[in-house]
Structure formats: structure tokens, C-alpha cells
């Protein structure tokens, strides 16, 4: 059976050209690129290449861009960073639908005696940005705010939130793990301090993940050890990855527009079929203001991990937000902050593609969702056909 | 993703007898779609008292889907006293096993059961006896304490993989660790009954093959047993213990707590010399 899959904000396939790029560095050219000889420094050399792919790619200076080992080490680091820079400060801003790495930090952190505020979102995933501007304190130390869900796919407006923060003086930082590679990103064009991207979310291998830290950012370093990455992340460089990386940026700056408009078009059928072939099933998450590859679509009256397996017989990869799938009792925290109501949110799947996905591959979900739910909604006691259609079309 | 056997997996994938019984006359219904998962369990009782046929509705996940499908297999052709013997650890061996976090969807099948068969006996159900403790999914002290009777739990998370009690917002874990407290000091000392001298010996011998000599054979030592007279229990030392000084204490304190703890607290262990 032909795998499809459709779980891009699970992880991605190492692209054909980023494993390439990498594998001499694992065997041929070894050597540690701090060493003085050539055989060492020769490897120095592709990872100030890599460092430089990077920075292109969003923008930045390749002096503020730091190889961490994933995204939760980039997050950590940019919050811990801050409150000890931030001497005397005690306040962290954060919203309700943040990646674990982001929210179980910062509940970490207030039980240590740190304030955190977690910034709601509406019903179609929105920051309250009313809300946001009066939690910005004397105190905040620094605003932490994801520039795209994981799982709806939303888009925040960091860039006027962070705008905001530096108006008061407070340090911004946002994880944009789900956002580099999916849709531009220019930091010369705001004033965000720091950002978090991880390797393993646009073709590059696990393991592999940056910081940015803008020019003139006080820095602490969270792991401290040798001069690497100029004193603000010890450990030998993981350089097989870091070139990795650099290669997969490349290719994302390429990809970019294909991105944004076959990869699309092909989310856009696959939601837009679904939908009407479904009945009682709905898009979550604000359609506009979206990634280009995310679709959340909840089907009522069943199960999600029910789906899935169901789903897998077939080959078809994707994600559920329902409690069962969550490894906890709950459906997810970004459904739940949305209001997504019990009836839907433990029936929610993610699907998310990228540029590997075909046309063929969405019209065999197609085919296959509305029998996967229609064999779920005939053993579940809440489905009474005819006066539910009745509903979901009023 | 899940571990799931391949009974659970077959169960699932063609479930057994889905659906509602238009002539049932023992109807159970448990959960609700707020908890995630809910099962409608119908039965029809001949007049002779056997499950004659039996259905389920559930929404929920794979196990708890493969649960109720199990249930419904194991119900047919029994007796109403047998079908109330099954319990939910009996569903979950149908099945070959389920994940442990996942034992509250055989604890769900139990409930249906449950319910349907006091509907059938005439017996008044009461809509939800006990205190809420759980808030989030709307579990009582009273159903608690008895997954923690009949299931054999001690911890929270225990209670929490059976019941689903404390898997939310998780306020309610103190008072869970004091039911599972209050449960634990009711339980009686158990008696043991007394050993012949023909299964002490066996016991003790078996003790010392698996729990004491593995230990004394690291540090290249040996124990032999040498008789048991009533409680006292007669070894000498071998290999290295034999010429080891420090060995005089840990050793007989050794062999007498393991001995004492798996056989009888009555037991005196004397070394003999060699």
C-alpha cells in the first residue's frame, strides 16, 4: 500500500537535494569545523554557507541566525534569555493556543512565581488584540506569540504585535516552526526580536533548529559551553544537519510560490469537496488568514483517532485534535480555547500537505473521507440522519 | 499512535452487532459526547432468561468501539446471573489486552451492562449516586471507589486510565489520592492460612533459588539449606559468604527479611557452622 501523506506539520520527507548536500559530512568531511587545519575548517566554511541560506530566506543578517537542536530549544532559550536579561521583570504574555514547547514552559515558569498571561482567540482562531495591548505591563520581560497554528493553520499578525511590544519596550519573540517556508517572511520589515524555526517542518532532517536573535538583542545563553555559535549556544555543531538546513532553505525560497499557489489550490479542493460531500462537518479556523497547507475540518458525532485508523487502512497520514489522539482525556487546547463545540472538536483532522502531495492523492481522500465517516456516524448513538442534514443545511 | 492487538484492531474495523434492537427489554446508556465517549448497549432477554440477541451504539475511539463490539459477542447466549459476573477486566481479555490508558472504554462496557441488566430486573437506576469529584467528566466518589475495589488500584493516574476521573483540569487529584487512601485502610490484614509443613519447605526453597541466591551468587557467595525445624529455618554459606567476615550480619539479615516477607513473618533464620 502507497503511503499519502498529508502530516507536513507533523513532520516532513528530507528533500532528495538537502540529504545529498548532507551525507559527505557525515563520512567523508567529518572533521570539526572549530580545528585549524583545513580538513576541519573546510567544513567551518559550509556552515557559514548554511548560516547564510538561512538568513536569506527570512531576511536576516547571518550573525543573527543561531543552529539549535529543534524548535523547543530555539523557544526555551528566547524566553529564558529574556527573563534573565530583563533583570526585575516578572511578567510573560503568550496566548491560549501556543505549541507545548511555548505553553508548558510558561506554566513551568508561574509555578516558579513568573506572571503569565495567555492571550484568548475568538471562535475562528483570532488573537484578541485588544486583550493583547492592555496585558503589555511595566513588567512583561517578554511577549511570546506563535506566527501561525499548527493546527488551524491561523496566521497571527506578530508583526503589528510586535510593533506594539517595542513601542513599550518589552523583547518579542515568536515561534514561526509552522510559518518559515510556508509563507515569506522578511525581518528587515519588523521589529521582531527573536524566532524560533525548526529543520524537520520544510524538508530537512530532525534535530536541526535556529534561533534569530536580532542585531543588538542582549543574549544569555541557555546551553553554555564551548565558543560555538559565538558563545550563545556550546556544543559541537551538528554540521551534517546545519547544511541540511541551509540546502532546505534554498529550496523553500524556490518553492515558495508553488507554495502558495498549487500546494493551495489542492488544500483548497480537498476542504472544499470534503465540506460538501460531508454533511455536519466545518472548516476550524479563520479561512483567509491561513497557511497554505493546513486544513482543519471537524466532522460531528465521531471520534478522531476512530478516523484516523480508519483512514490509515488506506494509507492516508494525517492528525486529530481529539482526546484520544492527544495521549490526554481532552480534545486540544487551541480547539478548545476556540470554543469548538464537544460535538466537533473530538471529530477534528488535520490535514497538511506539501509540495509532494499530487492532485491524484487529494482525489483518493476525497473519495475515501465521506465512507470513512459515514461508516463512524452508523455505529454512533448521537447520528440521526435525516433531521441532522436537515440542520447543517439551515 | 495506539498498540492495539489484533483482536481489538479486527473488532474495530468490522465491529460485531452495531446497531439498536427495536424489541429490547434491557437498555443501558453510558457517557456522553462531552466525555468523548458514550455507548448505548441494547438487549433482548428471553423468557428464559438468556441474552437472546444484543446490540451497541458507540461514538468514541477504536478501543472503545472494539469494547463494546466484544461485549456484545460475550453477552449472547448467556444467562442474566452470568452476564452479571462479566466485568470490565473480562472485556479487556476478550480483546487480548488494551492499552493501559485506554481501560476506561472496558470500564464503559461494564456501566452499559450494568444499567441495561437493573432495567430488565425492574430495579430503580439511579440516575448518579455519590459526589461529583471528577468536574470535567462528571465522575462520583462512589465510582471511583469502585474501580478502585474491583480493578485493584493504587495510584491516580490508575484511576485516572479505568475512570477517566482527574484527567482534566486535574483539581480533583487530592481528593482522589484520599479515596484511594480511605479504600486502602478499610482493606482487612488478609489472613493467611497456615502452612502445612510440606508447603512451607517448598516455598522456602523457592525463595531462596529465586530471590536470595541470584543476589549472594553477584558478590560470588551461596546459601544451602541445611532442615527446617517448626519456624526456624536452618541454613549454612557457601562460596565466598563462608569466608567473607563482613558477611556475618548482612547475611542472615539478608536470607531472614526475604523469608519473613514471602513465606511467614515467623520464620528465625540460624546459620549452622559448616
Known amino acids: 500500500m502507497t503511503t499519502i501523506y498529508l502530516d507536513n506539520n507533523a513532520t516532513t520527507q ?38 547564510d541560506q538561512v538568513a536569506a530566506l527570512i531576511g536576516a543578517m547571518p550573525e543573527e541566525i543561531i543552529f539549535t537542536s529543534c524548535g523547543s530549544e530555539s523557544d526555551n532559550t528566547a524566553i529564558r534569555t529574556a527573563l534573565s536579561t530583563e533583570t526585575g521583570k516578572a511578567h ?17 515558569l508561574s509555578n516558579k512565581g513568573y506572571r503569565v498571561t495567555e492571550i484568548p482567540v475568538n471562535r475562528e482562531g483570532q488573537l484578541d488584540m485588544e486583550q493583547y495591548k492592555e496585558s503589555l505591563t511595566r513588567d512583561t520581560a517578554i511577549v511570546s506569540l506563535m506566527w501561525a497554528n499548527n493546527e488551524t493553520g491561523v496566521v497571527f499578525p506578530v508583526e503589528e ?48 533548529g535556529v534561533l534569530y536573535v536580532r542585531k543588538g538583542t542582549r543574549f544569555s545563553p541557555f546551553l553554555i559551553g564551548g565558543h560555538q555559535e559565538k558563545g550563545r549556544r556550546g556544543g559541537t555543531e551538528n554540521t551534517a544537519s546545519i547544511i541540511g538546513l541551509g540546502k532546505a532553505c534554498e529550496l523553500a525560497a524556490r518553492n515558495m510560490e508553488e507554495e502558495n499557489t498549487r500546494v ?12 460538501a460531500r460531508v454533511p455536519n462537518s466545518r472548516l476550524n479556523g ?11 475540518i471537524s466532522f460531528e458525532f465521531v471520534e478522531g483517532e476512530a478516523i484516523l485508523l480508519l483512514m490509515d487502512e488506506f494509507g492516508i497520514c494525517a492528525s486529530s485534535g481529539s482526546a484520544c489522539t492527544s495521549g490526554s482525556l481532552q480534545p486540544s487546547h487551541v480547539l478548545r480555547a476556540m470554543g469548538v463545540p464537544f460535538t466537533m472538536a473530538h471529530g477534528s483532522i488535520r490535514f497538511s500537505m506539501s509540495i509532494y ?25 448521537y447520528w440521526k440522519p435525516g433531521e441532522q442534514v436537515c440542520a447543517a443545511g439551515a | 499512535m495506539w498498540e492495539y492487538t489484533d483482536k481489538v484492531k479486527e473488532h474495530f474495523l468490522e465491529p460485531r452487532n452495531a446497531g439498536e434492537l427495536e424489541d429490547a427489554n434491557a437498555v443501558g446508556e453510558v457517557g456522553s459526547m462531552a466525555c468523548g465517549d458514550a455507548l448505548k ?60 490508558e485506554k481501560m476506561h472504554c472496558s470500564v464503559l462496557g461494564r456501566q452499559a451492562l450494568e444499567q441495561a441488566l437493573a432495567q430488565y430486573k425492574g430495579e430503580h437506576v439511579e440516575e448518579k449516586e455519590g459526589e461529583i469529584v471528577c468536574e470535567c467528566f462528571g465522575v462520583t466518589d462512589l465510582e471511583i471507589e469502585k474501580a ?103 547475611f542472615k539479615n539478608l536470607v531472614e527479611v526475604k523469608l519473613q516477607e514471602l513465606v511467614s513473618p515467623e520464620l528465625v533464620v540460624e546459620e549452622v557452622p559448616q
Open chain 1, 14 to 51: 528530507v528533500a532528495t537535494e538537502v540529504l545529498e548536500a548532507m551525507l559527505p559530512y557525515y563520512h567523508d568531511f567529518y572533521g570539526n569545523p572549530s580545528s585549524a587545519y583545513t580538513f576541519g575548517g573546510q567544513v567551518g566554511r559550509k556552515i557559514q554557507e548554511a548560516r
Open chain 1, 92 to 108: 510573560i504574555v503568550t496566548s491560549r493556543v501556543e505549541h507545548p514547547a511555548v505553553k508548558v514552559l510558561c506554566t513551568h
Open chain 1, 161 to 208: 504585535a510586535a510593533q506594539m511590544a517595542r513601542d513599550r519596550g518589552i523583547l518579542f519573540h515568536t515561534d514561526a516552526v509552522q510559518t518559515v517556508g510556508k509563507i515569506p517572511i522578511n525581518m528587515k520589515n519588523n521589529t521582531i526580536d527573536m524566532l524560533s524555526l525548526s529543520g524537520h517542518k520544510l524538508h530537512a532532517p530532525k534535530g536541526i
Open chain 1, 264 to 275: 493551495k489550490h489542492l488544500r483548497d479542493k480537498l476542504e472544499t469537496e470534503i465540506l
Open chain 1, 286 to 296: 479563520e479561512p483567509l488568514n491561513r497557511l497554505p497547507n493546513t486544513s482543519n
Open chain 1, 357 to 381: 502531495n499530487t492532485e491524484e492523492e487529494i482525489d483518493f481522500i476525497i473519495d475515501k473521507i465521506p465512507t470513512i465517516i459515514e461508516k463512524l456516524r452508523n455505529l454512533s448513538p
Open chain 2, 41 to 100: 448497549l441494547s438487549l433482548k432477554v428471553d423468557e428464559n432468561g438468556k441474552v437472546e440477541d444484543a446490540k451497541f451504539q458507540t461514538f468514541g475511539c477504536a478501543s472503545a468501539i472494539a469494547s463494546a463490539s466484544a461485549l456484545t459477542e460475550m453477552l449472547k447466549g448467556k444467562t442474566v446471573e452470568e452476564a452479571e459476573k462479566i466485568t470490565n477486566q473480562d472485556i479487556a481479555d476478550f480483546l487480548g489486552g488494551l492499552p493501559k
Open chain 2, 148 to 250: 478502585i475495589r474491583e480493578n485493584d488500584l493504587y495510584t491516580v493516574e490508575e484511576v485516572t486510565n479505568y475512570t477517566k476521573a482527574g484527567g482534566g483540569c486535574e483539581n480533583c487529584h487530592d481528593t482522589i489520592r484520599e479515596i484511594i487512601a480511605k479504600v486502602r485502610a478499610e482493606e482487612k490484614p488478609v489472613t493467611e492460612p497456615k502452612l502445612t509443613n510440606l508447603q512451607k519447605i517448598r516455598m522456602i526453597e523457592e525463595v531462596i533459588d529465586e530471590e536470595i541466591r541470584p543476589s549472594l551468587k553477584h558478590d560470588g557467595g551461596d546459601v544451602e539449606l541445611i532442615d527446617v525445624v517448626e519456624n526456624r529455618v536452618l541454613v549454612a554459606k557457601r562460596g565466598n559468604c563462608a569466608v567473607c567476615q563482613a558477611s556475618e550480619q548482612t
